[in-house]
């Protein structure tokens, strides 16, 4: 039955469901490189993931299929139907748990997590509320966790923003739930709060197309890879600029 008070009951209904499969290119190199890597050398135990805002998937599906035991919270029963949908295709529904819940009532324990993913969610919810959120994620981080967030800026076309708002470019479908665009430098000064105690992998604010849902259109993002302060992974680049010749 269609809910109409989800906005995103009918982008994740769709046979090309919204924001596609493939995840955020930056968890995807950790994924791989350092995830990957760990698990060659058997280092790792089971590992705790939460993927919050998580639509339909794309992240929770990658961060599964690394071996992390994942809950996927979103306010969207349909796209965390799809999300078991695509876990139980791609074999790994005994890794995925859902949660239909607010993302700011969620329960994430000091140093709890190794995986914590927030793609364009701190930007669904007032701004007070976001930095609340923020620094409960951060300080869920276990002392070798990975934190990933990404959020629409001032940038985006849909912003009520300068320089967005005076941008011609197309605006997405959904950028009505956007409601608190983050402004130049922001997440990275939130993420170089030394009371955050993380540490930045990568760090951009860009301008990119979106091709995965409705017609065409231009984002503004900031977009944060970071680590637990004090955790040196052996390796990370995205791209994968120097590797080692027989990494993985
Ligand atoms: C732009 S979509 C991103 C989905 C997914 N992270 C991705 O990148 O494919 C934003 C998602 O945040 C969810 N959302 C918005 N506000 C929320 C809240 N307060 N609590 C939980 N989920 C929320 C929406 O339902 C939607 O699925």
Not at 193 to 199: G, I, K, M, T, V
Request: aromatic share 8%.
């Amino acid at each position: 039955m269609h809910d109409t008070a989800d906005p995103f009951f009918e982008p994740y209904d769709r046979d090309e469901i919204a924001y596609g499969d493939v995840p955020s290119a930056p968890i995807a190199a950790y994924l791989r490189q350092v995830i990957g890597r760990r698990v060659l050398d058997q280092q790792q135990n089971i590992s705790h993931a939460i993927d919050l805002g998580a639509g339909a998937g794309r992240d929770t599906i990658a961060l599964a299929k690394a071996g992390f035991l994942v809950k996927a919270v979103d306010l969207s029963q349909r796209g965390l139907d799809r999300i078991m949908q695509r876990a139980r295709n791609a074999g790994v529904d005994q890794r995925v748990t859902t949660q239909v819940a607010d993302v700011r009532q969620v329960d994430v324990p000091p140093g709890s997590h190794a995986a914590i993913v927030a793609t364009t969610v701190l930007d669904h919810i007032p701004a007070e509320d976001a930095k609340a959120l923020w620094q409960k994620l951060a300080d869920g981080l276990r002392p070798d966790g990975m934190l990933y967030v990404e959020v629409h800026t001032t940038e985006d076309p849909g912003s009520d923003q300068e320089p967005g708002c005076d941008s011609n470019d197309p605006v997405s479908e959904t950028a009505d739930a956007v409601i608190n665009y983050f402004r130049p430098n922001q997440l990275a000064r939130w993420a170089t709060d030394p009371e955050a105690r993380l540490r930045i992998l990568k760090y951009e604010e860009r301008l990119e197309w979106d091709y995965t849902h409705g017609p065409e259109h231009l984002h503004g993002k900031a977009i944060l890879l970071a680590v637990r302060a004090g955790f040196h992974p052996p390796y990370y680049g995205q791209p994968a600029a120097f590797p080692q010749r027989t990494s993985q």
